[in-house]
């Protein structure tokens, strides 16, 4: 079964530093991988979704890469801002769409 | 204005009693799915349904039930067989394309369930 994970747990960072997030995964055989922005009793937001045969995608500040014969994505977040406080998710796409979740990190970003 | 709605935003249930999360898109979606968010943890897949009148089962369907009669509606029941409900409800959904390709899943704002 796919396992997700998502180091670190927690971070905090001051106001305008460049930083990454990680995500592993077990089963290399995905169709795709999906960061999402997850705020305090809220919904979850799609950031970027990378297709298993993509290495990177841009929005904005982010950039997150895939390696999927590793394992491994990261979410880059250029000039960091209070705003971007919120816990980050990354799901791999298992099958018939079912999406496999990390457990999060939480991001707090400090003025 | 498209998007996917959960009603309540809050709800609580005594102990025994079922109870039934709605979920709505207009986003003219084939496929919807039922996660369940705990603290400390990941999100688990309750249900899914790819098609009208079709469901499945995800990975912790036991004390749940679902239908779906229409495609824009995707309603699930907490049972009292389900004996830990509290929880984070969040329903999503997503296009279904031909050929294995996957499409990017929206979620709803959620509904936060207590057992009183």
């Known amino acids: 079964k796919q396992e997700v994970t998502q180091i670190p747990a927690a971070l905090s960072v001051p106001e305008g530093e460049n930083l990454v997030l990680n995500c592993s995964f077990t089963?290399?055989?995905?169709?795709?991988l999906q960061w999402f922005r997850q705020d305090p009793g809220k919904g979850l937001t799609s950031l970027l979704l990378?297709?298993?045969?993509?290495r990177e995608q841009t929005s904005g500040r982010l950039n997150a890469s895939l390696d999927k014969s590793s394992g491994r994505s990261t979410l880059y977040i250029a000039a960091s801002q209070p705003g971007d406080s919120a816990t980050y998710l990354c799901?791999?796409?298992?099958?018939?769409?079912?999406?496999?979740f990390g457990t999060g990190t939480r991001l707090t970003v400090i003025p | 204005d498209g998007g996917i709605t959960q009603s309540p935003k809050y709800l609580f249930r005594k102990e025994g009693q079922n109870v039934t999360l709605s979920c709505e898109q207009n986003?003219?979606?084939?496929?919807m799915y039922w996660y369940r968010q705990d603290p400390g943890q990941g999100l688990r897949l309750i249900y899914y349904s790819q098609i009208v009148n079709d469901f499945q089962k995800g990975d912790i369907a036991e004390g749940y039930s679902v239908s779906r009669e229409k495609k824009e509606s995707f309603p699930l029941t907490v049972t009292s067989a389900q004996k830990n409900p509290t929880a984070f409800y969040l329903c999503?959904?997503?296009?279904?394309?031909?050929?294995?390709?996957?499409?990017?899943?929206?979620f709803g704002p959620g509904t936060r369930l207590t057992v009183l």
């Open positions: 799901a791999v796409n298992g099958w018939a769409n079912n999406l496999f």
């Open positions: 990378i297709q298993s045969s993509q």
């Open positions: 999503a959904s997503s296009v279904i394309a031909g050929g294995g390709s996957y499409n990017e899943q929206f």
């Open positions: 986003l003219n979606h084939d496929a």
């Open positions: 089963d290399s055989a995905i169709y795709n």
